[in-house]
């Protein structure tokens, strides 16, 4: 898991915040999402994104404030930015003992609406290699893992539904 979190920091890791300006491109498509995209992303760091990600476990009103849909329709860079941080999350809920099954499941729900939104642009060759290890990690922890069985059938179908769109677009 070490390992991927560097591989996670040196493939989609930036040096700086995207501001505003670098966050969404007006075009009358997905306006909703885009709006909310900038309310919740402008200004913020990935350390930020994280700590929004780590406290939706532990406050059960708000729960699932994700801002995956959000994610989904950032301009690349930003989009790569920010993906850091949901990775990163990702490792760390599939390794706790009640692992958020909710956040996995949508998390490759999103990565694969970003492949089918984009195409063969939406991650370089070095990022789907990647994303194909984390995608594998993700299988084999879910299989293995006890007490996410509730979740194990869509985060399955949801990573598999990635990974082929993945492909498609290769």
């Given at each position: 898991m070490i390992k991927l979190q560097k591989e996670i920091k040196s493939t989609f890791g930036a040096k700086h915040t995207p501001n505003t300006s670098q966050l969404v491109t007006v075009d009358g498509f997905d306006d909703l999402e885009k709006e909310?995209?900038?309310?919740?992303?402008?200004?913020?760091?990935?350390?930020?994104?994280?700590?929004?990600?780590?406290?939706?476990?532990?406050?059960?009103?708000?729960?699932?404030?994700?801002?995956?849909?959000?994610?989904?329709?950032?301009?690349?860079?930003a989009r790569y930015y920010y993906l850091q941080a949901y990775l990163e999350f990702l490792l760390e809920t599939q390794?706790?003992?009640?692992?958020?099954?909710?956040?996995?499941?949508d998390l490759f729900h999103q990565l694969y609406q970003t492949v089918y939104m984009y195409g063969a642009e939406a991650?370089?060759?070095?990022?789907?290699?990647?994303?194909?290890?984390?995608a594998a990690f993700a299988l084999e922890t879910i299989k293995s893992h006890k007490g996410i069985e509730d979740w194990s059938d869509d985060i399955i179908d949801n990573i598999n539904t990635f990974l082929l769109e993945l492909e498609k677009n290769d």
């Open positions: 909310g995209a900038v309310k919740f992303f402008s200004g913020k760091s990935l350390g930020d994104v994280l700590e929004h990600l780590q406290s939706r476990k532990a406050d059960m009103i708000a729960g699932a404030d994700y801002q995956l849909e959000e994610w989904s329709v950032l301009k690349p860079s390794s706790e003992n009640d692992p958020d099954g909710g956040y996995i499941s991650y370089s060759d070095e990022q789907k290699v990647l994303l194909r290890k984390i």
